[in-house]
């Protein structure tokens, strides 16, 4: 196992997308997060609550949970490219027991997760305290709960990780898989919010337990008032956390077990 960890960081390091993973995190933590501090969400349309309220920050910071897509297409990448380039052979001769494999692959994207959550989470942090400083904006929360949260959302990143390796041992074709993924966390768990009744499931999907880390719920109230549609209800803080931790094991398990008696052809 040792070996193979050590070959599949070797493996990533050694292209383009570890630096891009990094960099995407820094733009959207950073530029994301700063532009909204800056332009101050009371002037947004329709204006949210302002940075001296407690409900104006989990808006702002909460937004980071809809970028919990690109994690995920790492992951899918993380498996489908050995499909792609027909690696996927050699590898599993150098290493007969897949599951070794795949656990490997788990390992090294889960801690590949953590460093894209962390300079997220870092550069959003440095963005958001450091324009509302300038600004002279007196915070609805205090600087510790502020970092709390933000720590809460680059741990959340780690799950979607998984749950991208997951889709990539699932759905080989490395085309339809990222359609598949990017489409239903970017766009389709949105979509669902505007559907009456059917809303009602949100909070114990993927994208709902991260908006309970965070208590983000802007989003889910504004649907529901510019709809009129039954007011989705998120669960407690410490219960999406547990809810993300299952969906990150169960696609854990998904992604060692499925490629052990699959032709690799």
Request: net charge positive.
């Amino acid at each position: 196992m040792t070996s193979l960890i050590r070959a599949e960081f070797r493996r990533l390091l050694a292209t383009r997308m570890w630096p891009g993973l990094l960099l995407t995190a820094a733009l959207l933590g950073g530029g994301l997060i700063g532009a909204m501090t800056l332009a101050g969400p009371e002037n947004f349309d329709p204006p949210m609550p302002g940075l001296d309220t407690e409900a104006g920050i989990r808006s702002v910071l909460g937004i980071l949970g809809f970028t919990a897509f690109v994690p995920a297409a790492i992951g899918t990448v993380a498996v489908t490219a050995e499909y792609r380039h027909r690696t996927v052979g050699v590898t599993f001769l150098f290493a007969p027991r897949r599951w070794q494999v795949l656990a490997a692959k788990l390992v090294t994207y889960g801690i590949a997760g953590l460093a894209y959550g962390i300079v997220l989470a870092g550069t959003a942090a440095a963005a958001f305290l450091g324009v509302a400083a300038a600004r002279g904006v007196s915070l609805g929360l205090p600087t510790g709960t502020v970092l709390a949260l933000l720590a809460r959302i680059a741990v959340a990143m780690v799950a979607y990780l998984l749950i991208g390796v997951a889709m990539g041992a699932l759905i080989r074709n490395q085309v339809v898989a990222l359609c598949v993924v990017i489409g239903y966390l970017h766009l389709g768990e949105t979509v669902l919010m505007m559907i009456p009744g059917a809303n009602l499931v949100y909070p114990i999907l993927p994208g709902g337990a991260t908006a309970s880390l965070t208590d983000f719920t802007y989003l889910a109230d504004a649907m529901a008032q510019q709809l009129d549609t039954t007011t989705i209800h998120l669960l407690p803080p410490t219960a999406g956390a547990l809810l993300l931790v299952t969906y990150a094991l169960i696609a854990s398990a998904i992604a060692v077990v499925v490629p052990i008696r699959r032709d690799i052809t």
